[in-house]
């Protein structure tokens, strides 16, 4: 068993106080019958590797959280689900309420399994990361963004798929790959994709990359 945070020293006052944690799994699920007077436990011991027997005067049954945020739903912002179906933040230390794609946050349960102080927590951290947005009429982009040279692009749109925070999209009318400078976070990934070279990042010349490269392997030849 794991706990995080300072619940760990609950976990271990237990075990100090005599109190027995017995494991399960899915398969094997504890079967719990009312008796006269008490409450008849069944459960399979892993270690003892045999059913033991419990008679018990209380049964708390804790209820599990199970994600209930849509997946279309999450889609249609631009946010990300994990592996349990929670919202994935965009790092879990320094943007530990925002989405990779800037402007959607999340906050409580939607974020993860949380007693009702984390969740407040939460919440007030999404409130104030909406509000860097909402307090100003104009936002300043990054310092490096993505570019494209249009008379190379060819619309493969392979820049699109390739960036992490939708920060591309086509116009049908001029015909050309468009880039949203508030959303861009330079990360280069459409620039790594892009056959043409037509995909760039304002700032970086390939010459720039060649000379860091050269660099970096002076000396091993």
Not at 104 to 121: M, V
Not at 181 to 209: E, I, K, Y
């Amino acid at each position: 068993m794991m706990t995080y945070g300072f619940t760990e020293s609950y976990y271990t006052q237990a075990r100090k106080a005599g109190v027995i944690f017995i494991q399960y799994d899915l398969a094997e699920k504890p079967r719990v019958t009312p008796t006269d007077g008490s409450v008849e436990v069944i459960v399979f011991e892993p270690i003892l590797r045999q059913k033991v027997r419990i008679y018990a005067d209380l049964v708390v049954l804790a209820t599990g959280i199970v994600p209930r945020l849509p997946k279309d739903l999450a889609e249609s912002f631009g946010a990300t689900l994990d592996r349990d179906g929670f919202f994935e933040e965009a790092e879990s230390k320094w943007r530990p309420v925002d989405s990779l794609k800037e402007g959607i946050f999340a906050c409580g349960l939607a974020h993860s399994p949380r007693n009702i102080t984390e969740s407040i927590a939460t919440a007030e951290a999404a409130a104030q990361r909406a509000l860097r947005i909402l307090s100003h009429e104009r936002m300043p982009a990054g310092k490096v963004l993505a570019e494209v040279r249009h008379s190379l692009c060819s619309l493969c749109e392979r820049c699109i798929e390739a960036c992490p925070y939708g920060a591309r999209m086509v116009d049908p009318e001029l015909e050309k790959v468009l880039v949203n400078a508030a959303m861009c976070q330079g990360c280069g990934s459409c620039a790594t994709v892009c056959p043409n070279s037509a995909s760039t990042l304002a700032g970086f010349l390939d010459q720039q990359m060649f000379d860091v490269i050269d660099s970096a392997f002076e000396g091993t030849a």
